[in-house]
């Protein structure tokens, strides 16, 4: 419980920041911005977890191990996606999602 | 109490032999399996003479009559607490016989074939394939239950189609076997119904119980009728049309002379000894039933047989290829089995035609064998089928000349060799039951006698002596069987049959009377005697003839046409009237709505596949979206 | 407005103004730079939370590895001064309505959620207190999902390593 902030604050900050995250997803070509799409997503959803954490179950930890192994998870994805990327830009020099569209039928 | 346990091998070992042949056989020399399956079989035949000598000598009749035993019984499918089906072997007088008669021609076939067949590059398969027969063959006579009877008879005719296929390049032995296989299995499909009918009433398959004297299983049959005539009546009727298939009476009888594409060694053991008399050993087995309560259906036997007899031996006469005479000539003494079967009463003297029956399938076994046997030495040392192409031999082959004329002897019925005695037997049977039949009969003798010294007087006699390669006699293989059977052909007919296989077990005697023995051997040595004058040196009296009878020579020359009439009706009837409908049928209402489902589906697919478009955002954009409908949707809904 | 409140507007007014450059802006490497300026904001939340580890773990990880992973592919995939086109309008229009309809949904559902805030006494978070917990495996014990995500890290480490090799 913090002085003076309510809970819907945070939340409020958190969801614009997920809605954010995935209108870049929607937008962009890049396949590394919509990366940095996805760590906003992560990141607000970090955010809400540390929250309820604090206001609403405040003797317990839970909400910082989720953000903890959702971190270690963020590190995994954009390693894994970054050696992707690196491939894919041999292959096509350009790293647009649209040249990402044999599997389509 | 002798235990017949041992039995079992008698079936299992030819089996055995199959599957060493059929599985190893290609890796073996063609000798060593063809020295492998006759070892086998040799054992086999020492077992089923051991049963026989036990058997009919050893055991002790029960009130003077052989009885049935069930060697060997094992429960194989359970329907119900009272129906079940058995495997297993069954001992009587005429499964006892028959096993002697196969085991015999099997073995006599099985060493033939190893020189008949030499070189042939189907060598080991045609063995397994004989093993293959000789089990399922004597699988049939032992059965104890009529389902093990019909799986019998269906393996018969699967390794009889295998082995009419042998020579599976040639386009007619391809449809040579696809044409004994279907009319057979058609005539099965009788056969499975006439089971069915029979042991729906009933309520056992078990031989035992339906072919004891006491007639309480049939009792609910006798009231069940349909068309006027009673459902075991029906039952019995469809029963026997399944072994007219197999016997080949008329008018089933049209694969039979095809089946002759096959080697000559199987035509001996399949097409003349065997598996042809199996219907008549159906008919056998249920004699006691079609006797005593079916005795309309064994009047319709008998002249099915006597016709067929006759018929047959009709067209033998004109025919030209050495084993389709032979065919033919198979075709008339299994008719004069049947007949003799369908005039027979039961009990005692009256049982005489079932003797008869039984005692002309022995000898015809023996000399029909030999007649076989000796036709593949000749087609073996000139390499042709054609009458017309042979002549003179007696001076190249002198054993396979002595020995065939022994066999025709034999099946012209003139004492003392085998077939006059059988034969005579069943001309007293039908002389007492039915004149119209006999005299039948009488005339088959007189025709069988002609047609068989024509074949013997033109290969042995008559003109040609050009031949390209000179004919020599086959190796010692083959004509030890050839004079084997020659003893067998000579003197089979001393054996007192009447006093081992009888209709009810019990022995009687069976005299020879002369009334009925004289005129038969007159008219045999008559024919023979016409014979010898038309063909025992080139004349042009036969063509004379046969230009004088105009049509009726050229109707016999095509076997009445049967072949065409059978095609005429399938073809142009059944083909045209049933078969197109139905398959315009399936083509455009089955199949159409099949297609029009799966047309339906492809076009609705090409349609909407575009939304598959392979753009990432594309899909997170309508996953999103649907989302937040989905989440719009609910909030409205619930609160 | 108390000093936290003040900090509390500052902080979120940072990530949301950067939040959207980072999707906006048409130069890659500053966009990276934008979402930098995110993370520090947010482990500024943290701060304010009182989860100092917390904060020091999203600066660390997020700010220090992921964010310096990004650039490094950024500069080896695309030239510094390529300024990408501008996204076409209809897709604009459509991403932002469905944001705009989705923050909206949210945002009103959790006006609407009577949040009840806990009384129980708060817990003394220490880095003692996390790494016991993570590493225990009775009550409230974490040690399964911490062997199953270093697990999965190695995995992650390795098929980089393959996926990113040049050739076979």
């Keep these: 419980m913090i002085q003076d902030i309510p809970i819907q604050y945070f939340l409020i900050v958190s969801t614009i920041m997920f809605f954010v995250g995935i209108c870049g997803f929607l937008i962009r070509h890049n396949l590394i911005t919509i990366l940095m799409s996805i760590e906003l997503i992560l990141n607000s959803v970090n955010i809400n977890f540390l929250v309820f954490n604090k206001y609403l179950f405040p003797n317990q930890l839970q909400g910082n191990f989720f953000v903890l192994i959702v971190v270690a998870i963020a590190a995994a994805e954009a390693s894994i996606a970054i050696a992707l990327f690196i491939n894919m830009y041999r292959m096509y020099n350009n790293i647009d999602v649209e040249n990402i569209s044999e599997m389509k039928y | ?639 | 407005m108390g000093l936290n409140q003040l900090m509390f507007f500052f902080l979120s007014g940072l990530i949301l103004v950067f939040s959207i450059l980072t999707v906006t802006s048409r130069k890659i490497l500053r966009a990276a730079v934008y979402l930098l300026t995110v993370l520090l904001a947010t482990s500024g939340l943290y701060f304010l939370l009182n989860y100092e580890f917390m904060a020091a773990i999203q600066i660390t990880l997020y700010a220090g590895g992921i964010v310096v992973l990004i650039i490094f592919s950024i500069l080896l995939t695309s030239h510094i001064s390529h300024k990408f086109e501008r996204p076409a309008l209809a897709n604009v229009i459509a991403a932002s309505l469905t944001g705009l309809a989705g923050s909206f949904i949210s945002i009103w559902s959790i006006m609407k959620f009577p949040f009840n805030a806990s009384t129980e006494p708060t817990l003394d978070v220490n880095m003692k207190e996390i790494g016991m917990q993570l590493m225990s495996t009775g009550h409230q014990g974490y040690a399964l999902p911490f062997e199953v995500i270093s697990i999965l890290l190695l995995a992650a480490l390795i098929s980089a390593v393959i996926i990113a090799k040049k050739g076979n």
Excluded: C
């Design chain 2, 1 to 639: 109490m002798i235990d017949y346990t041992y039995t079992i091998w008698i079936v299992l070992i030819p089996l055995i032999m199959f599957v060493i042949l059929g599985l190893f056989g290609s890796k073996m020399k063609p000798n060593l399996a063809g020295i492998l399956g006759s070892a086998g079989l040799f054992t086999t035949t020492i077992l089923s003479y051991l049963t026989a000598y036990f058997y009919f000598f050893k055991a002790e009749p029960i009130n003077g009559a052989f009885t049935s035993i069930t060697a060997y019984n094992v429960e194989w499918l359970k329907f119900s607490d009272s129906l079940s089906i058995h495997l297993g072997v069954l001992l009587d007088p005429i499964s006892v016989m028959m096993l002697v008669v196969i085991t015999t021609i099997s073995l006599m076939v099985h060493i033939y074939s190893i020189g008949y067949m030499k070189g042939d590059s189907g060598f080991q398969r045609f063995f397994a394939f004989l093993s293959l027969f000789t089990f399922s063959m004597l699988g049939l006579v032992v059965s104890t239950d009529i389902i093990q009877m019909y799986i019998g008879f269906e393996m018969v005719g699967l390794s009889s189609y295998l082995l009419i296929g042998h020579y599976y390049e040639k386009p007619s032995a391809v449809a040579a076997s696809n044409k004994a296989f279907i009319v057979t299995r058609f005539a099965d499909f009788g056969f499975l119904i006439g089971i069915l009918l029979v042991s729906f009433y009933t309520g056992t398959f078990d031989f035992n119980v339906l072919t004891n004297n006491d007639a309480s299983v049939y009792t609910s049959m006798g009231h069940a009728s349909f068309l006027g005539m009673s459902a075991l009546t029906w039952g019995m009727f469809l029963i026997f049309i399944g072994g007219a298939g197999k016997s080949a009476m008329f008018p089933l009888h049209i694969w039979l002379p095809d089946a002759m594409e096959g080697p000559t060694p199987v035509s001996a053991l399949i097409h003349a000894a065997t598996m042809v008399v199996a219907g008549v050993y159906l008919v056998a087995r249920m004699f006691i039933v079609y006797h005593f309560q079916a005795p309309g259906t064994l009047e319709f036997i008998a002249y099915v047989g006597a016709f067929t007899s006759l018929f047959a031996a009709i067209i033998a006469i004109t025919q030209y290829d050495i084993k389709r005479i032979l065919a033919f000539s198979t075709l008339s003494q299994i008719g004069y089995m049947m007949l003799a079967l369908g005039v027979s009463g039961y009990g005692g003297e009256g049982g005489v035609g079932y003797m008869a029956s039984m005692f002309h399938l022995f000898t015809h076994a023996m000399f029909k064998g030999l007649l076989f046997l000796g036709a593949g030495s000749i087609i073996h040392a000139i390499h042709s089928n054609d009458l017309r192409d042979m002549g003179n031999l007696r001076k190249y082959m002198p054993i396979t000349f002595i020995t065939f004329a022994i066999a025709v002897l034999s099946i012209s019925g003139i004492p003392p060799f085998s077939g006059f005695w059988s034969k005579d037997e069943i001309l007293a049977a039908a002389f007492e039951h039915n004149k119209l039949i006999y005299f039948s009969s009488v005339l088959v003798a007189g025709l069988t006698a002609f047609y068989m010294s024509r074949l013997f007087f033109t290969v042995f006699y008559g003109k040609k002596t050009d031949y390209k390669h000179e004919p020599h006699e086959s190796s010692l293989l083959m004509t030890i069987p050839l004079m084997i059977l020659a003893f067998a052909a000579t003197f089979a007919g001393f054996i007192p049959f009447s006093s081992f296989v009888t209709s009810d077990g019990k022995a009687f005697e069976s005299s020879l009377s002369l009334s009925i023995a004289i005129p038969s051997v007159i008219i045999a040595l008559s024919g023979i005697v016409l014979a010898f004058l038309l063909y025992h040196k080139k004349s042009d009296v036969p063509d004379k003839i046969t230009v004088s009878l105009g049509f009726l020579y050229r109707a016999t020359l095509n076997k009445f046409y049967f072949d065409e009439i059978y095609l005429f009706v399938t073809r142009k009837i059944i083909f045209n009237l049933i078969s197109r409908p139905i398959a315009w049928f399936d083509k455009h209402i089955i199949d159409g709505s099949m297609d029009g489902i799966a047309w339906i589906i492809e076009t609705t697919s090409i349609k909407i596949k575009g939304l598959q478009s392979g753009q990432l955002q594309q899909y997170a954009f309508v996953f999103v979206s649907g989302t937040i409908i989905l989440v719009l949707f609910f909030a409205y809904w619930f609160i």
